[in-house]
T-cell receptor
């Protein structure tokens, strides 16, 4: 049973445009959400996080939005750059200290 | 200076063999994890250790045995390898403050 779902396996965007990656979760106990980025042959690296007390967190070109009532979060990247091409994983946990549950990932391709 | 390092990076072996993957972190974190990324690309939690004690053991066959000699190391030993064990195994450690996971580069295990 997937508690964290990323229903789009891939996304293609042109350089300079906005990339929007979506994530849905089913467990209402989740209160901490993270996005990870993964290049081939490397481990996932932390990108940005948000706790359930917020609905938006911004870090440079990256913004995460959380809609608790819809159990949905999204990652916005603007402007997108070719170096952003990677697999993006959404992850959630019940507290900041417990194990992260990951989605299946979305492969983002940014073309120049 | 690598924060979370795993060895070996690649491992090819025959069915029925026993193999180990080592993991070390120099971040001073108390909690370490093993995740498995299978052919469907899901990142699934396998084990979690906090300060050398097992705190999470997902439904993993008992052929898999984690060993934590100290809080900076979490090794994974696999007995009687099966074809289905072929995957990329990621070690991670967690920051108690932010809840962020730091991943190693992964160890790709291929069972023939």
């Amino acid at each position: 049973d997937q508690q964290v779902k990323q229903n789009s396996p891939s996304l293609s965007v042109q350089e300079g445009r906005i990339s929007i990656l979506n994530c849905d979760y089913t467990n209402s106990m989740f209160d901490y959400f993270l996005w990870y980025k993964k290049y081939p042959a490397e481990g996932p690296t932390f990108l940005i996080s948000i706790s359930s007390i917020k609905d938006k967190n911004e870090d440079g070109r990256f913004t995460v939005f959380l809609n608790k009532s819809a159990k949905h979060l999204s990652l916005h990247i603007v402007p997108s750059q070719p170096g952003d091409s990677a697999v993006y994983f959404c992850a959630a946990s019940r507290q900041a200290g417990t194990a992260l549950i990951f989605g299946k990932g979305t492969t983002l391709s940014v073309s120049s | 200076d690598t924060a979370v390092s795993q060895t070996p990076k690649y491992l090819v072996t025959q069915m029925g063999n026993d193999k180990s993957i080592k993991c070390e972190q120099n971040l001073g974190h108390d909690t370490m994890y093993w995740y498995k990324q299978d052919s469907k690309k899901f990142l699934k939690i396998m084990f979690s250790y906090n300060n050398k004690e097992l705190i999470i053991n997902e439904t993993v066959p008992n052929r898999f045995s984690p060993k934590s000699p100290d809080k900076a190391h979490l090794n994974l030993h696999i007995n009687s390898l099966e074809l289905g064990d072929s995957a990329v195994y990621f070690c991670a450690s967690r920051s108690a403050g932010t809840g962020e996971l730091f991943f190693g580069e992964g160890s790709r295990l291929t069972v023939l």
